[in-house]
């Protein structure tokens, strides 16, 4: 018989219809018993009052897989108005009849974010786990989305370098048939290369950092929504088309998982880094904006422009990549910008050099990236771009305290299994 | 001026307009000069004629970037029957005036593989090269598009794993924190333990092979597209979905770049191994598929079936990884698949086991991939899946006779720049 999934029993009261999943609980109660069945789509109740049947599932272990045929009986009381009754269980797939390192039934997992990560094929399957990397599909399909509108184009660059340069991160190094070579911190180099190619790229995948920060922000692999566009004026341009994939992924989130997302301004409020200084109330000689500071920003949009975004502009040249293009006004300050969202920054971008011979001037090894910065050799046209860690963004739209608990198998200073 | 791409131009004609690109090409005739300017969309014939404007255009050189600002004007003789007269040119970047290795107007790239390879920012620039770059992405999307009409879940995977086992394939070692661990081979496990979570996933990313192999088929690095689902009958479920997907691919990459592609059936024909040894004229004891049998089976699709595509069924077990699930009727056999295209493998897929017990009565070491394995203790109905090597694909559908031809910055044995 064809399987249909949980969300879809309402539709069949009164048919018999057969059902699959996990045994996601038992409640043997003295007159009736109920198993709770787990599919991908949500949760199934079947009621159990023979006592073949009810011998049956006493003796199945949480997590069995189990098919289900049964009658689709309405009933107010139960999940969705609709219950499973006079069952057939059928045993697809059997799971060892020990206790599991925790429950999955409870409206939080109790065990520690240690266990679940030691257990992440067990702690994923609870829907608060689940759910945050259906926040993160979602995020990412937005983020596709709205850039293919406007003409991007997927590329696909690599992950193993050359050479151990860029934004100064530290990078983890590999031999390469017999020779060092590392993992790229960033597609940057790339993208910008691609932008040469088809004025508009983006892509999505994995980035690799060495820093051994343990911290709740931190991961040594993370995955990377990066876009980077041709013919821009200035880092403006860069933020329009970031404003319109923000509210591109978090308008996805909101139609895909019902997730209440905040509102994204059609034009979010932006402020010069001098400006953001005095804001904050730090001195005017700050060189970056510390936590409390950006905090305080996050307070200032939300009381004066009514938004959970803020973009700040202009950052020190002096503490921002070599690549970066400096304000033509005054080139102490750059042409970037962080974005940030509550508070927090949640992704930074601005506008590149573009000229070969002021990546001359200003790459601290121009020698060690001459196989890149040959490509701007060729002609380069004005140019920006910005990058989005995914696993940041789904903890900052679920507010969840530690990115670990939105990634599905961490990497970081402590862990490389499972 | 707003600026507008090559390809609408013929909606101008009449008006004023400003393009930006690359100087394509210039062709400095007696009374006439052409100024040819490529865009992401197309090329665009600028006619020069009077004296000032063609001195500024005999000073560019290849490549450099220009605004052009000029009016449309109706030619029958032109590239899409508009040219651009009375232009006014302005420099947005310029390239040095020195020749370029390689000419990018001609038809086809006159440098061989490896200057192309050594001058990537350049040479992708090429329509050939970009196209090729463009099917890829396109494919990508159709692959994501198919899968997630059918509730597929996108998911990310861990690049850097602690165990170098699985299907035998060579590893990159790389310094983790002090300790060694490897690039992963391919998202094989963390997909299948995904199934347990989403019943069906899928991923899109990098994948890393040291396979000292120095073919016009291998690369140390490619993008792999991955689909594992849950509660299949056996591999026959999976051979139906990824008919669907290769369908959504072909149909994409037409739809997007009007290259030609050819019709997916919708039963795409299957032989078992051993009627394809017969088929193939070869001795009924071969353990494998010789390149010369799978182009003697593409033959006898196209002859008998009028398909590109054939499906060659239940691969010998000993030829197959260790969590392939053998043919429930003869275990000699596997529920695995090859499905091959214009008589070569596309993909490589299968029924995978799905009982804990038996992972431990057939992996070489349980022990070193324990992390992994425990996932099956929790329960894990029958799946299976495939893997789709992107690059192959789009060098097989193009006609390529290397697989560094479509991709954009190959790693190799000897290449890890730029």
Redesign the interface.
């Known amino acids: 018989m064809q399987?249909i999934l949980s969300t879809e029993l309402p539709a069949h009261v009164g048919t018999t219809v057969t059902i699959?999943g996990?045994?996601h609980r038992r409640r043997l109660l003295k007159s009736v018993a109920f198993l709770i069945v787990r599919?991908?789509a949500g949760l199934s109740q079947v009621v159990v009052t023979e006592p073949g049947p009810r011998a049956a599932i006493e003796a199945l272990s949480e997590?069995?897989?189990v098919e289900v045929t049964a009658e689709v009986t309405a009933n107010a009381a139960a999940p969705a108005g609709v219950e499973l009754t006079t069952p057939s269980v059928r045993v697809?797939?059997?799971?060892?009849p020990v206790p599991?390192p925790f429950e999955l039934h409870r409206p939080a997992l109790g065990a520690g974010l240690a266990t679940q990560l030691d257990?992440?094929?067990?702690a994923?399957?609870h829907p608060t786990r689940?759910t945050a990397?259906?926040v993160?599909?979602a995020a990412?399909?937005g983020f596709?989305a709205t850039l293919?509108a406007q003409?991007f184009?997927?590329?696909?660059?690599?992950?193993?370098?050359?050479?151990a340069t860029e934004s100064g991160a530290t990078v983890?190094?590999?031999?390469?048939?017999g020779?060092p070579?590392y993992?790229a911190q960033s597609p940057q180099f790339?993208k910008q290369?691609?932008v040469?190619?088809?004025?508009?790229v983006y892509e999505?995948?994995?980035v690799?950092r060495?820093e051994?920060h343990d911290t709740s922000r931190h991961l040594?692999?993370y995955?990377s929504l990066d876009a980077e566009l041709g013919?821009v004026t200035d880092h403006r341009d860069v933020m329009a088309v970031l404003t319109t994939v923000v509210a591109g992924m978090t308008a996805t989130v909101a139609e895909r998982t019902g997730i209440a997302v905040p509102p994204v301004p059609s034009e979010i409020p932006a402020v010069h880094f001098s400006e953001a200084l005095r804001i904050a109330g730090a001195p005017a000689d700050e060189p970056d904006l510390a936590p409390a500071h950006e905090r305080a920003l996050g307070e200032w949009a939300r009381r004066e422009h009514g938004s959970d975004f803020v973009f700040v502009t202009g950052y020190p040249m002096a503490k921002r990549p070599f690549y970066t293009h400096p304000q033509p006004s005054d080139p102490r300050w750059s042409n970037s910008f962080d974005l940030l969202f509550r508070g927090l920054e949640l992704t930074t971008g601005g506008q590149r050099l573009?000229?070969?011979e002021d990546y001359l001037a200003v790459a601290p090894d121009p020698g060690a990236i001459a196989?890149?910065l040959?490509?701007f050799?060729?002609?380069?046209?004005?140019h920006g771009g910005f990058a989005i860690g995914?696993e940041r963004f789904v903890a900052r739209l679920l507010e969840a305290s530690n990115v670990r608990e939105v990634t599905?198998?961490p990497?970081d200073?402590h862990r490389?299994?499972?």
Chains 1, 2 share one sequence.
Do not use: C, N
């Not at 184009?153 to 050479?163: C, F, M, R, S, Y």
């Open positions: 399987r699959a996990w045994v599919d991908a997590e069995t897989v697809l797939s059997s799971a060892p599991l257990h992440a094929a067990l994923l399957r689940a990397l259906r993160a599909a990412a399909a596709r293919e003409r184009v997927e590329i696909h660059t690599p992950k193993i370098v050359g050479t983890f190094t590999l031999d390469y048939f020779r070579a993992l790339y290369l691609m040469g190619v088809f004025e508009r999505v995948g994995p690799f060495a051994p040594a692999q995955t013919f573009h000229r070969y196989g890149y040959d490509g050799k060729y002609g380069m046209p004005p995914l599905a198998f990497r200073l490389v299994t499972p």
